[in-house]
């Protein structure tokens, strides 16, 4: 079983910064991969990074050069950095966790970047 807690989110004007969190809890193992999703009204939940320590990070087109996900395994967590915040990055994050055969997801985080 693995339990994920976003935070992190809120209200931010275009070109602003978060930093988003995701603590993860349970069996859970640096080689399992984790990242964070988004999810906008209307809209279906996309990737927006990905994360394997040792790996190199997979990153949607659209946050390349603006969003750094990293992971810090002694405190078993998930970050996101999210610079030159525009409208369209508005969305519900979700942290993920992938335990196979089952994916772990969390609560979600809302990201709104206002004009």
């Known amino acids: 079983q693995v339990h994920l807690v976003e935070s992190g989110g809120g209200l931010v004007q275009t070109g602003g910064s978060l930093r988003l969190s995701c603590a993860a809890s349970?069996?859970?193992?640096?080689?399992?991969?984790m990242g964070w999703y988004r999810q906008a009204p209307g809209k279906q939940r996309e990737l927006v990074a990905m994360?394997?320590?040792?790996?190199?990070?997979n990153y949607a087109d659209s946050v390349k050069g603006r969003f750094t996900i990293s992971r810090d395994n002694a405190k078993n967590t998930v970050y996101l950095q999210m610079n030159s915040l525009k409208p369209e990055d508005t969305a519900v994050y979700y942290c993920?966790?992938?335990?196979?055969?089952?994916?772990?997801w969390g609560q979600g985080t809302q990201v709104t970047v206002s004009s």
């Open positions: 993920r966790a992938r335990v196979l055969p089952f994916d772990y």
């Open positions: 994360i394997v320590s040792g790996g190199t990070p």
């Open positions: 349970g069996s859970i193992l640096s080689s399992n991969p």
